[in-house]
């Protein structure tokens, strides 16, 4: 019998505004067998404050949002600085002076993604909390994809999927 070794994945949300991005991101996030979303600032959950189910985001889920852990939370830096303790990896998904290609970039046993608002992207106080800053490179004309694309590009290529 082989044991093999489980990675753990956690997948952070930071103030993403598109609800349909955010169900597009629980969908990659199941097909990647992450094991967690944190949803941070003002990204929405699949529930609104009323606990019903929020048909806009369950309608690019399609279902992943019912069996994915998810939790919000407000504010980012101590949830990274809480899961640095724990020795995860955090990975920002960014372009940055300092970031490198994502190709090049080795996961470890525990690994948090995080990617950021749709317009200008991860704070620079939470990149700097990031052990790696991976950046997808850009060939056509527009600087970067939307998110939900940039980030299954980037799980499945850092996760070897």
């Known amino acids: 019998m082989s044991s093999v070794a489980q990675k ?6 930071n103030n993403i505004r598109s609800a349909e991005n955010v169900g597009a991101m629980f969908r990659t996030a199941d097909a990647a067998d992450i094991s967690k979303i944190y949803l941070t600032g003002y ?4 529930l609104d404050r009323f606990g019903r189910k929020r048909k806009d985001i369950a309608k690019s889920a399609l279902g992943a949002e019912e069996f994915i852990f998810w ?32 190709k090049k970039v ?3 046993a525990k690994n948090v993604f995080i990617v950021g608002t749709e317009v200008s992207g991860i704070p620079k106080n939470i990149l700097k909390k990031c052990d790696i800053i991976a950046e997808i490179p850009m060939r056509g004309k527009k600087e970067s994809l ?5 980030l ?9 999927i």
Do not use: W
């Open 146 to 150: 939307n998110v939900s694309v940039a």
């Open 71 to 102: 939790e919000a939370k407000k504010n980012l830096s101590p949830l990274i600085n809480k899961l640095k303790k724990e020795n995860y990896l955090i990975i920002g998904i960014e372009q940055t002076k300092k970031s490198i290609n994502y």
């Open 152 to 160: 299954g590009v980037a799980l499945f290529r850092i996760l070897n």
């Open 106 to 108: 080795k996961a470890g």
């Open 8 to 13: 753990e994945n956690i997948l952070i949300l």
């Open 43 to 46: 990204t929405p959950s699949p």
